[in-house]
């Protein structure tokens, strides 16, 4: 009997994490990848909840924390550098059990691929062009031209995804626009990296913040977001950094003058997918294609590694593959539709816009320190706890 086979579009993070899965069970897995090669830009995540779950169990885990950093405090501070305000990473860190790591999100995509068993075929440079469903599986046609013919197509090709808009219909259908730009990009400085320590650093300001990370090798890397009406991203990001947070202080003016090239900054929108369906006869989506959370959630990889997780299992042992689609989507939308709606209700404490707005986040970040306040406002920013074995479906097995 052959072995079952799966085309999965996206070399990120849902899509190795599905891809490694999948072929644990027995599937023939190949990977599209648009892009040439590993993505090097991204910024830095929490990583926890059912995601980390699912790396312990699948043997991944102590590569992540081999990879990641330990962050002790989430500090803003004003634009001569002084501290104003902090969150304790350990108080934070006990909300979860612990089960925290901070890590790069191209480290994080880096550990999955090295966790792939060669039966896995990841092939870059190349992507869907067309779609055509058929009665037990899926013609796909590539952009180079040739063909693949599979019993499962997965869109885990991110929130642009292009098998969604093959198979679902335009991205303007599903996107909701969050109001908000964002960007990352890393440079060298070790200066400023000793300056940082094992801290965020976040400007404490209105409509705009740029937060840096100290990295290995003297590197700092930063992460931005500001405030947009507008949804349309710029012709070129690196003029566009400069021109929206040129006025900042601290250390602001030292990242924009080592800002690299707009070919090497990551900058998108601030969005959130909601799909009125994740499957379509046999097409699937999977992580932010059908489900993104938004950086303001905080949770993004967690659910897209988890949400490949649970679609494997189910996969495993259906009856059917549409019956497995199914088991997966009820199992999973209502804890990612909890976590969308957790970040539209918090975003204006994620960046103020207003100095009294300001003023009131920093005053509960300091009453995070007081006994008995810790654990509440730990807990909110974590919102309600997952683990994956409490999910619908079955528990992590290895």
Not at 7 to 31: Q, Y
Not at 193 to 209: F, H, K, S, W, Y
Not at 216 to 224: H, L, Q, T, Y
């Amino acid at each position: 009997m052959s072995r079952v086979r799966a085309v999965i579009c996206g070399a990120g993070i849902s899509g190795l994490a599905l891809a490694g899965r999948l072929e644990a069970h027995g599937w023939d897995v190949v990977v599209l990848e648009k892009a040439s090669a590993p993505r090097a830009q991204g910024y830095m995540i929490d990583f926890f909840g059912p995601g980390y779950d699912a790396a312990e169990a699948t043997g991944v885990l102590p590569r992540l924390h081999e990879l990641g950093y330990r962050v002790q405090e989430a500090a803003y501070l004003d634009a001569k550098g002084r501290r104003r305000a902090g969150l304790d990473y350990e108080r934070f860190a006990r909300a979860v059990d612990g089960r925290l790591l901070s890590i790069m999100r191209p480290d994080l995509e880096r550990a999955l691929r090295e966790h792939l068993s060669p039966g896995v075929r990841l092939r870059y440079g190349t992507g869907p062009a067309a779609v055509a469903q058929q009665a037990d599986g899926v013609r796909l046609t590539l952009t180079d031209g040739s063909t693949l013919d599979a019993d499962l197509l997965v869109g885990a090709d991110g929130i642009h995804s292009t098998v969604r808009a093959l198979v679902f219909g335009p991205e303007r259908a599903h996107l909701r626009y969050l109001g908000f730009h964002t960007a990352a990009f890393r440079f060298t400085d070790p200066e400023l990296r000793a300056e940082i320590g094992d801290r965020i650093a976040v400007t404490d300001t209105c409509d705009r913040q740029m937060a840096f990370y100290g990295l290995r090798d003297g590197r700092v890397a930063v992460f931005a977001v500001h405030r947009s009406p507008d949804p349309a991203l710029p012709d070129d990001p690196r003029a566009a950094l400069r021109h929206i947070y040129g006025t900042l202080g601290w250390a602001v003016p030292r990242a924009l003058d080592r800002c690299p090239p707009s070919a090497e900054i990551y900058y998108d929108q601030v969005a959130q997918i909601e799909t009125a369906r994740w499957s379509e006869g046999r097409v699937v989506l999977v992580g932010d294609a059908c489900h993104a959370v938004s950086l303001l959630a905080g949770q993004g990889a967690s659910l897209g590694i988890a949400g490949g997780y649970l679609l494997a299992e189910e996969l495993s042992r259906a009856a059917s593959v549409e019956s497995a689609l199914a088991r997966y989507e009820e199992a999973w939308r209502p804890v990612v539709a909890e976590k969308q709606r957790r970040a539209r209700s918090t975003a204006h404490w994620f960046l103020p816009a207003s100095p009294t707005r300001l003023r009131l986040r920093r005053l509960l970040v300091r009453a995070a320190a007081l006994p008995g306040v810790d654990r509440a406002i730990s807990t909110s920013l974590v919102g309600k706890p997952i683990r994956l074995g409490t999910t619908p479906g079955e528990p992590p097995r290895g």
